[in-house]
Nanobody, 113 residues
């Protein structure tokens, strides 16, 4: 399985970004997936999860600002991030839930004025 994240960048506080994750696995549609992030000096944490049939859950600090979604036909996972805050700065990764696959390179999100 290969996970390729993209869409990160530098954004001002209050801005938005959409992250994408391409998953090279033909049974993607059966997997629970999630976005994780790791800030400098901190442990990796789960940000948002989505079951195979679309039930979602979120870290309290991103609830109402982030939206996770998936396209099972394209083997793609997405994370729409609105109202970004400096504390959202981290490298963002996608993986299954639990994180059973080798980690990809991640995509850097930097929120700064």
């Amino acid at each position: 399985v290969q996970l390729v994240e993209s869409g990160g960048g530098l954004v001002q506080p209050g801005g938005s970004l959409t992250l994408s994750c391409a998953v090279s696995r033909i049974i993607f549609s059966t997997l629970a997936m999630a976005w994780y992030r790791q800030a400098p000096g901190k442990q990796r944490e789960l940000v948002a999860g989505i079951t195979h049939d679309g039930t979602t859950n979120y870290l309290d600090s991103v609830q109402g600002r982030f939206t996770i979604s998936r396209d099972n036909l394209k083997n793609m996972l997405y994370l729409r991030m609105n109202s970004l805050k400096p504390e959202d700065t981290a490298v963002y990764y996608c993986n299954a839930r639990p994180a059973d696959f080798p980690w990809g390179q991640g995509t850097q999100v930097t929120v700064s004025s």
